[in-house]
């Protein structure tokens, strides 16, 4: 099965990393620099108040994708062994509040270890890209023994697989070469594969709902 994973030097994986960190800060980075913008324009002083709401947003939104990510993608190195449950909904729910897409968190577990933390951040990341146009995800994460199992099942109107996502989940290499896009999941996948564990996808009802699921031993 080796022989099937694709291979990234670290430098090329760092870049991508990067890249895709990028992408997702340049919206509420953005949002402050236009409302710091606003503020600094006296032909515009009926738009202060405006100004310093969008700079309030702009910052909630980057510091709670800057902890999010710091999990999902980084080692965490100050974070404890295990993560709790009720940390890892509220990272999740900092970057998804319950709007176009409605999380339902069903973790009876008090906490994961990092491998199956940084899994279920970043599968929480792929189910909303499942359901383009919205819908729910029940989100799972159970022990069985001494291995984690997670599950996340995302309903909605056309919801899809991307085949790049699972292909990519699988270790594969894309046919139009890795980007930012494309490297998360083939991180996450990464993740497992480094920690003893799998991720696998399927099609419960096309167009409608498709599911994530990982299991990864414990530590």
């Not at 022989?3 to 953005?30: E, F, M, Q, S, Y």
């Not at 310093?52 to 709670?64: D, H, N, P, V």
Request: charged share 20%.
């Amino acid at each position: 099965m080796s022989a099937n994973i694709a291979k990234l030097t670290a430098a090329d994986l760092a870049a991508l990393l990067c890249a895709r960190i990028c992408h997702d800060l340049v919206g509420p980075v953005g949002a402050l620099e236009t409302g710091l913008d606003l503020l600094d324009d006296e032909d515009n002083l009926d738009m202060h108040d405006d100004a310093i709401e969008l700079i309030k947003t702009g910052a909630a939104q980057a510091s709670a994708k800057l902890k999010f990510l710091r999990i999902a993608f980084g080692a965490g190195g100050s974070a404890p062994t295990i993560m709790a449950s009720e940390e890892l909904e509220r990272l999740a729910r900092g970057v998804y509040p319950d709007g176009k897409v409605v999380f339902d968190w069903q973790m009876p577990v008090d906490g994961l270890n990092k491998p199956a933390a940084r899994v279920l951040l970043n599968l929480v990341m792929l189910s909303v890209q499942a359901v383009p146009l919205g819908g729910a995800v029940v989100v799972n994460a159970t022990m069985v023994g001494e291995n984690t199992e997670i599950s996340l099942n995302c309903t909605g109107n056309k919801a899809r697989l991307d085949p790049a996502t699972a292909k990519t989940l699988a270790g594969g290499a894309p046919e139009d070469g890795f980007s930012g896009r494309t490297i998360q999941p083939f991180y996450t996948g990464m993740i497992a594969r480094e920690a003893g564990g799998t991720i696998t996808t399927c099609i419960i009802t096309e167009g409608e709902c498709i599911a994530f699921r990982a299991e990864i031993p414990g530590a």
